[in-house]
């Protein structure tokens, strides 16, 4: 079943509700939609309520004259909880996802029963300066080829965007303001960590291109994690290795 829940700011969020049993909210990494965990969605779905959510600006959700934020992508985690009524749910995110997850946890401890974060940063210091710097500066150019290989980024994108809209009009602007909140958020301490209380478990790929060191301290500062690093695997487990990572996640949901 999929529906849409209106935000304060007027931002139709889009979003799937798909099985029964405990709820599970399924969140996609940054500039795709729910389609990208697809196979995650119909496996789960088995024997959860999944709740699968295209973030806004993303996949079918509109924009909003606000910039984007992860504290606005959590709070409109909890509109679509409440929309529902579910008082209480897991969630999975990969990558933004799981940094909104991280938030979402944070802010509002009485609404996640679990957590489980994959390819996730705590703070934006974890990606190398110069990086942060080019995200400052970004520049989109629909006529290199480079900028629309669907196998690179941004290309890889365009087509989750354009599920919710009817050309790439406005693609540059959403990058740009994507990239600027990749260069300066999020913000979270050790200390913030500290306070989320739920179980957590905490997933990172040996070949990811973010330092495991980063994701070491995130489990560490975490006050109930647990720890996997998956051999082989990148910022991208989901699809490269879903056995493993369906069989990780269901072992921790069922503890």
Known sequence: MADTFITADGVSIDYEVKGEGAPLVMLHSGMMSRDDMRIQIDYFSKNHQVIAIDAREQGRSSSSALNISYSLMSGDVIGVLDQLNIKKASIFGQSDGGVTALLTAHNHPNRVEKLIIHGAVYNYKAYPEEQREMWKNYTW????????????????SISSYLLGRSDLSNFESHLQEMAMMWATSPNLT??????????????????????????????????NSELFIAPGATHY?????????HKVMENFLKQ
């Not at 487990?237 to 990572?245: M, S």
């Open 190 to 223: 050790a200390e913030d960590l500290a306070k989320i209380e739920v179980p957590t478990l905490v997933i990172v790929g040996d070949h990811y291109d973010i330092s495991i060191s980063h994701t070491v301290e995130m489990h560490e500062a975490l006050a």
């Open 237 to 245: 487990i989901h699809r490269e290795k879903p056995d493993l990572l």
């Open 141 to 156: 150019d629909q006529n290199k080829p480079e900028d629309v290989d669907p196998d690179g980024f941004p290309g890889m």
